[in-house]
């Protein structure tokens, strides 16, 4: 029989797995705190986009249930999985208000019940949570860790094709219940205590991290000697030991969960008295690798002040209309710094951007954001800019130049279309040998 299922927080992660185990056969009750998602999602809208989402959830919208009373999904299921947010502190920990939030609700169950934390947490809050409840007298209710490592954009894929289902458990019969959750998605599951499976989502994701930054330094000292990284990129990831993904240089690494993530590594590290010195690296690398590209229009136009500037792809990656530590945000305030116009254009997430860039003029099409542009910067490598370099654009453009923040054209033919082009890390090459940027930059683990 397939057991009823709770999910706590109705974003990117709780969303998709709601739909996932509702397609899957269990009845879900996902509960939010936000009145107007849970009356959109009871409508049947799904304001976040990401890709076959709403369309699972239309399917089986019969099994799941939407409400904003906590009480209600330990009414329904056993088992509620948490997937609140965890944002960034000022000092770079995690802010686990809403984890807290959820334990200070929890209503007594009459049976035993199990929190499943999907939400990424420092090592140690699993131990804080069992005191907590114990202390409540709440030691009916078990906990799990189940990080979630699904990517955005590709998140419905990665969830019912995972690499990996890490379960934590302080109980091996609630780790038991939870792998049972799992049986029928085929993907290697890892058992582990708890503070280890909250350990393998962050270095993880610090691994991934350190990944961009190590290929986007290779890209800059391609620059300075005449290397090729695209070559260079291929050439290292043929090697098993190295592997292909996470190997495309960039304008840096970003988005709601690798920089979130890997600050927060870095602070618990400091907090348990340990210097994490690579970590420190990897953030200031990719902090300057955002800021390059103003250092590549500076080359070609001289001072910017006055000049248009349009920024092509807005949210943090493509097929998502997530703005969370999205570069844009960084380019667009540095460059009105500069004293350019800047304009913008998303295929998906002009509304999401419209309070964040203020400032920037938001074109619904890109030949409106192009025209009489001095450049054109792709920040984030949607499909529609393989059409970048038609003649259309370039006639357009009072100057017809662009700065491919994420090698996603074909050098050779991007000049051959009358453009001046400049990527990172590269002369001529065409990175097309290099696997698609949606298996490339996940954010993975968020
Ligand atoms: N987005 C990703 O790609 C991804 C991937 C893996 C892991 N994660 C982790 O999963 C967690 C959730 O991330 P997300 O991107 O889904 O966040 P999100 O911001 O998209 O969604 C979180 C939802 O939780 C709701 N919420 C807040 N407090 C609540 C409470 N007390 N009870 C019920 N709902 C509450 C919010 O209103 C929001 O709808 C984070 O810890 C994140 O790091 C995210």
Known sequence: MNEPLGVIGAGWVGLVTAACFADLGHDVVVRDVVPE????????????????????????????????????????????????????????????????????????????????????????????????????????????????FLAEGTAVRDFRQPDRVVIGAFDEADGDAVESVYARIEAPVVRADVASAEMVKLASNAFLATKISFINEIANVCEETGADVAVVAEGMGLDRRIGPLFLRPGIGYSGSCLPKDVAALKQLAGNSGYHFQLLTAVIEVNELQKRRVVGKLAKHLGSLRGKTIALLGLAFKPNTNDMRDAPSLILAPRLLAEGAVVRGWDPVALEEARPLLRGVELCPSLLEAVRDADAAVIVTEWDELRELPSAEVREAMRNPLIVDGRNFLAPDAVRAAGFRYEAIGRVASDLSALPETEETEPELLT
């Open 37 to 148: 998602r849970i009356a959109e999602l009871e409508a049947g809208r799904v304001s976040i986009y990401e890709p076959g989402l709403a369309k699972l959830l239309e399917r089986n919208r019969e099994r799941v249930r939407f409400t904003l009373d906590l009480a209600d999904v330990f009414s329904a299921a056993r088992i509620a999985f948490v997937s609140v947010p965890t944002p960034s502190t000022y000092s770079g920990e995690a802010d686990l208000s809403a984890v807290w939030s959820v334990l200070d609700e929890l209503p007594e169950p009459s049976e035993r019940a199990i929190l499943v934390m999907k939400s990424t947490v420092p090592v140690g809050t699993g131990e804080k949570v069992r005191a907590h409840l114990d202390a409540r007298g709440l030691a009916h209710v078990g906990y799990v860790s189940n990080p979630e």
